[in-house]
């Protein structure tokens, strides 16, 4: 299948003011097949569903009461539809063109997962500094998926874009970690014989 289609998965907690970038760089993606966006809430209140439910009624959600982000996302990807997972956080936008380059990339390398570059960016002079300090390799501890680098297969990737097989035949994303997650994830793939592959133009 040239274009099989994607779920945007998104786990989120209290971002009424973050997401709605997030969503909107979902949206906005030029990708030919089928896209829809699933979030998982695990707000405190009822300000983000409001938001996303009066801005974005074509956004699903579910209800996340663990909060955690992989609880999120494991309750995100089991209300998904569709063969390919596109992780997106709350905080994050998906660059132009992702989604299309993520499947290309699935497609042409047999991956289980790929994943580019994070690209930090600040919006006050703290956070900017935070952002710049996390390009470093001081900051950012020699990751690929930090500094960028060359394509091919690696340890981890920033996000990740998931043949869903392979994530649901790993076991999903443990929900005793509530940081690293996706690293321990990404061991698990490469564990089963699964490419992790990093693609610096994601």
């Known amino acids: 299948m040239a274009h099989p289609p994607v779920s945007v998965v998104i786990p989120a907690r209290n971002e009424e003011e973050a997401l709605p970038r997030a969503l909107d760089s979902a949206l906005a993606q030029d990708y030919p097949g089928t896209v829809e966006i699933v979030v998982a809430d695990g707000s ?7 938001m996303v439910r009066a801005r974005y009624p074509e956004v699903r959600l579910v209800a996340n009461p ?14 998904a539809a569709h063969p390919v ?9 998906l660059p132009p063109g992702y989604v299309s380059r993520a499947v290309e ?6 991956a289980a997962n790929v994943g580019g570059r994070q690209c930090p960016a600040g919006r006050d002079l703290f956070t900017r500094a ?6 470093t390799p001081l900051g950012a501890g020699g990751a690929r998926y930090r500094l960028g680098g060359a394509e091919g297969p690696a340890d981890t ?11 649901e035949g790993a076991g999903g994303f443990d929900e005793r970690f509530a940081r690293n997650e996706d690293y321990e994830l990404n061991w698990r793939l490469r564990q089963r014989g699964g490419t992790v592959w990093f693609d610096p133009a994601l």
Do not use: W
């Open 44 to 50: 405190d209140g009822p300000a983000m569903a409001e």
């Open 66 to 79: 663990d909060r955690i982000i992989p609880a999120g996302l494991n309750r995100a990807v089991a209300a």
């Open 85 to 93: 997972i596109v992780r997106c956080d709350a905080r994050s936008e």
């Open 105 to 110: 990339t699935l497609a042409r390398t047999g």
């Open 130 to 135: 935070v952002a710049l300090a996390m390009t």
């Open 157 to 167: 990737v920033y996000l990740g874009v998931f043949r869903r097989g392979a994530l």
